[in-house]
């Protein structure tokens, strides 16, 4: 005798087991979508209206700039304008060619008490060593303020800050604009702080990024373009 096995019948999942599926389904997708995004482009900009030197090509320098907020990028393009030069940004360019350039201009901002590029600097003294080294570093510390002096101690050894030329600048900080993570940091910092004038600059919003900010940045760059046309 053989025995019938019954039909099986299909029964939807519910409506929410649905909806979680879909779910689910496209959130893969997004992250299959991110994984597969192309990396950001390498982009070496040539300066806007390049001055050539007489009967000579433009001079070469390469400005190498990382930015969080803008601020950093803000006085790379301000110094691109005033000065011919190559820039780009080293989030997108990781591993430049300097050997093309004369005068390397490293903008860096400064987080949680350090200076971001000054481990990309020591990786790169073999390939920069021997060149005109300019850096000049963006945080809500005033520029004048001994704290800032004291951190390019620690950041760079000494036999390499001999031959860079440093410039502090003043930076912006808007706190609605802060990321979740930089608000919390904020907050440690302003707690943990003895220094009422740093207190003061974690407290407030401020905006101190102004182009005149860069004079003396620019006549240092001047004077050492005039000396390679001597």
Not at 11 to 26: D, N, S, T, Y
Not at 100 to 125: E, K, M, N, Q
Not at 132 to 158: E, F, K, M, N
């Amino acid at each position: 005798m053989v025995r019938r096995i019954p039909a099986l019948s299909f029964r939807p999942p519910p409506a929410r087991e649905r909806r979680w599926a879909r779910w689910l389904f496209l959130l893969l997708a997004g992250v299959s979508l991110c994984a597969c995004a192309p990396a950001p482009v390498c982009t070496v900009s040539a300066g806007p209206g390049t001055i050539r030197a007489p009967g000579g090509s433009p001079e070469r320098v390469l400005i190498l700039y990382q930015s969080t907020y803008g601020s950093t990028k803000q006085y790379a393009d301000w110094i691109h304008r005033e000065i011919p030069s190559a820039m780009a940004d080293l989030e997108a360019c990781p591993t430049p060619d300097f050997g093309p350039y004369d005068v390397i201009v490293f903008g860096s901002p400064i987080r949680t008490g350090r200076i971001v590029l000054a481990p990309f600097i020591v990786s790169s003294w073999s390939a920069i060593r021997g060149k005109s080294l300019v850096l000049y570093t963006v945080s809500g510390t005033p520029p004048d303020h001994p704290v800032l002096q004291t951190l390019y101690s620690v950041s760079l050894p000494a036999d390499m800050r001999k031959d860079i030329r440093y410039f502090p600048l003043h930076g912006r900080m808007i706190h609605r604009n802060l990321s979740a993570r930089d608000r919390a940091l904020v907050s440690v910092g302003r707690a943990i702080q003895k220094d009422e004038v740093l207190k003061k600059f974690m407290r407030e919003d401020f905006d101190g990024v102004k182009r005149e900010n860069l004079a003396p940045l620019l006549e240092h760059l001047r004077g050492l373009l005039r000396r390679f046309r001597d």
